[in-house]
């Protein structure tokens, strides 16, 4: 696992643990894959119901509160893949 998936997933754990009802996947491009369910973020690659791929830059400003995930999918920064419903979900819970 790389070291940017690896703090992320500890991120994100630290943030949603049983916060949030669905599977997410969120794709860093050129890192790899992080999981996320009520139980938690771990790193893998698996089916979810929505996906959400970034750069790691924007991952990473997202997971600190600088930027607004629903700003950074309006900016083109961030693009999803599946269930909207599941997106704004995680968002609320990101923001």
Same mark, same amino acid.
């Given at each position: 696992?790389?070291? $940017?998936?690896?703090?992320? %997933? @500890?991120? =994100? &754990?630290?943030?949603?643990? +049983?916060?949030?009802? #669905?599977v997410?996947?969120?794709?860093l491009? +050129?890192? #790899?894959?992080?999981? =996320?369910? +009520? ?6 690659? !698996? !089916?979810?119901?929505? @996906?959400l791929?970034?750069?790691?830059? %924007?991952? *990473?400003?997202?997971?600190? #509160?600088? =930027? &607004?995930? @629903?700003?950074?999918?309006? *900016? #083109?920064? =961030?693009?999803?893949?599946?269930d909207? +419903?599941?997106?704004?979900?995680l968002?609320s $819970?990101?923001?």
């Amino acid at each position: 696992m790389s070291d $940017v998936i690896e703090a992320a %997933v @500890t991120a =994100l &754990n630290a943030k949603i643990v +049983g916060r949030y009802d #669905g599977v997410a996947k969120f794709v860093l491009t +050129g890192e #790899g894959a992080i999981m =996320l369910d +009520g139980d938690g973020a771990r790193a893998g690659d !698996e !089916e979810a119901d929505v @996906t959400l791929t970034a750069d790691p830059e %924007v991952f *990473q400003d997202i997971i600190s #509160g600088d =930027l &607004n995930p @629903t700003s950074a999918f309006m *900016q #083109g920064k =961030l693009s999803v893949d599946g269930d909207m +419903g599941k997106a704004m979900g995680l968002a609320s $819970v990101l923001a």
